[in-house]
T-cell receptor
Framework: EAGVVQSPRYKIIEKKQPVAFWCNPI?????LYWYRQNLGQGPELLIR????????DSQLPKDRFSAERLKGVDSTLKIQPAELGDSAVYLC??????????????FGPGTRLTVT | GDSVTQMEGPVTLSEEAFLTINCTYT??????LFWYVQYPGEGLQLLLK?????DKGSNKGFEATYRKETTSFHLEKGSVQVSDSAVYFC????????????FGTGTRLQVFP
C-alpha cells in the first residue's frame, strides 16, 4: 500500500513569490491534515479536512495561506506571497476517520520550503 | 492550553545502552498520549500510544506508561541499536478534540556502535 505522497520534496523561492504544495493521501482515507514544522520544533496543525470540508482551519494564516481538497482526495496548500518566516517543513497526513475516536495519522515525508 | 514538554537533545548513547526520553504534558480532561518517530528522510510514524491512565504502550522494544499523577509519558528502551537513531516526538490529543495532535519539540537520539 502506498503511503502519503507529497511533492515537491524541496522548494526554494524568493520572498513575495507564491508557492504550492501537493498531497495525495492514502487511498480510502477521508481525513487529511496539513502541518507546519519549524526548525527544531514539533509539527503544528494548520488545517484538517474531512472529505472536502475544512473542519478545523483555526491555525491557518488566512491572509496568505489557502488550501483546497477537491473531490475529497488530493489536496493543495498555497502560500501567496511567501515571507521569510514561512521557511519550514510542510507535512501532510491522512487517517481513515474523523472526530470521536483516534485513528492513526499517517504522515508523508514533507516538503521543505526555504524562502530567501 | 494543552502542551507537551520533552527533554532536549541530542541524546547520545552507545549501542545496547538503556534509553529514557522524558515527556510531560499539560492538558484538561483525559488526553491520549503518543510517541512518534521520524527516521532520516522519512515521515513521522506512530511508535506507541496510551489512551488512559496506567496504560502502557509498547512497540519494537520501546515502552511508555501513562502516569496521570505525574502527568508524564516517558519513553524507555532497554537496549538501543544504531537503527534507533531518529527524532522522537511526544504528542497528545485531548479528549474534546481527538483529531488534533499537539507535539513536543522532539528529541534527537544518536546511537553509536
Amino acid at each position: 500500500e502506498a503511503g502519503v505522497v507529497q511533492s515537491p520534496r524541496y522548494k526554494i523561492i524568493e520572498k513575495k513569490q507564491p508557492v504550492a504544495f501537493w498531497c495525495n493521501p492514502i487511498s480510502g482515507h477521508n481525513t487529511l491534515y496539513w502541518y507546519r514544522q519549524n526548525l527544531g520544533q514539533g509539527p503544528e496543525l494548520l488545517i484538517r479536512y474531512e472529505n472536502e470540508e475544512a473542519v478545523d482551519d483555526s491555525q491557518l494564516p488566512k491572509d496568505r495561506f489557502s488550501a483546497e481538497r477537491l473531490k475529497g482526495v488530493d489536496s493543495t496548500l498555497k502560500i501567496q506571497p511567501a515571507e521569510l518566516g514561512d521557511s519550514a517543513v510542510y507535512l501532510c497526513a491522512s487517517s481513515s476517520q474523523g472526530q470521536g475516536i483516534f485513528y492513526e495519522q499517517y504522515f508523508g515525508p514533507g516538503t521543505r520550503l526555504t524562502v530567501t | 492550553g494543552d502542551s507537551v514538554t520533552q527533554m532536549e537533545g541530542p541524546v547520545t548513547l552507545s549501542e545496547e545502552a538503556f534509553l529514557t526520553i522524558n515527556c510531560t504534558y499539560t492538558a484538561t480532561g483525559y488526553p491520549s498520549l503518543f510517541w512518534y518517530v521520524q527516521y532520516p528522510g522519512e515521515g513521522l510514524q506512530l511508535l506507541l500510544k496510551a489512551t488512559k491512565a496506567d496504560d502502557k504502550g509498547s512497540n519494537k522494544g520501546f515502552e511508555a506508561t501513562y502516569r496521570k499523577e505525574t502527568t508524564s509519558f516517558h519513553l524507555e528502551k532497554g537496549s538501543v541499536q544504531v537503527s534507533d537513531s531518529a527524532v522522537y516526538f511526544c504528542a497528545l490529543s485531548s479528549s474534546y478534540n481527538t483529531d488534533k495532535l499537539i507535539f513536543g519539540t522532539g528529541t534527537r537520539l544518536q546511537v553509536f556502535p
